[in-house]
């Protein structure tokens, strides 16, 4: 909870995030700016046979998007970088994240709406979780950037981020109206 300006914000800490870290992420692609950041540790996701050539099919395009995505040995695939910013990241979740946006791809009508879902899989698995204890100076962190990409109330997948009461509805809540 925090006071934004005259407005006290109850804000989810994953979905705010997840937010910030999409706008960072679509804006980079804009760009044509999304360096990758190598995994110190490659970890192999065990995948069948036609989901590892569905991947690596598209890891020139995934490439672009900052993501680097190679054979590992059978039928397996590892992630061997992310785009930079993101927080730590379990591959095994954001591959069958990328499997399901990658299916899509055939479907969708533009290069915008292939490449906004890979980021939002991105932006939710580097974001932090609900629930992880924050320090005080990462929440003033969170807080900040999130304002500063302009309080946008869902995340890329349209769950709240905030739930935000001004100063005249937490008067008519507690029956102040008309009192000083
Ligand atoms: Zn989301």
């Given amino acids: 909870m925090a006071q934004v300006g005259e407005e006290l914000h109850v804000i989810d800490q994953h979905t705010a995030h997840e937010r910030v870290l999409f706008q960072r992420l679509w804006r980079g692609w804009q760009s044509r700016d999304m360096p990758s950041q190598p995994l110190l540790i490659p970890v192999p996701v065990e995948l069948s046979a036609a989901q590892s050539a569905l991947l690596l099919t598209r890891s020139n395009e995934l490439e ?43 479907r969708a009508s533009s290069l915008e709406r292939r490449v906004q879902p890979v980021l939002a899989s991105l932006a939710c698995h580097g974001a932090v979780r609900a629930g992880r204890v924050l320090t005080h100076p990462e929440i003033q962190r969170l807080i900040l950037d999130w304002v500063e990409e302009g309080l946008i109330m869902t995340c890329p997948h349209g769950r709240r981020t905030a739930f935000r009461l001004s100063t005249d509805e937490l008067a008519k809540l507690f029956g102040r109206v008309g009192w000083t």
Avoid: H, M, N, S
């Fill in 64 to 106: 672009k998007l900052g993501l680097l995505v190679e054979p590992f040995g059978g039928t397996a695939v590892a992630i061997r970088g992310v785009p930079v910013g993101l927080g730590k990241i379990d591959a095994a979740l954001l591959v069958q994240d990328l499997l399901d946006d990658v299916t899509e791809w055939d």
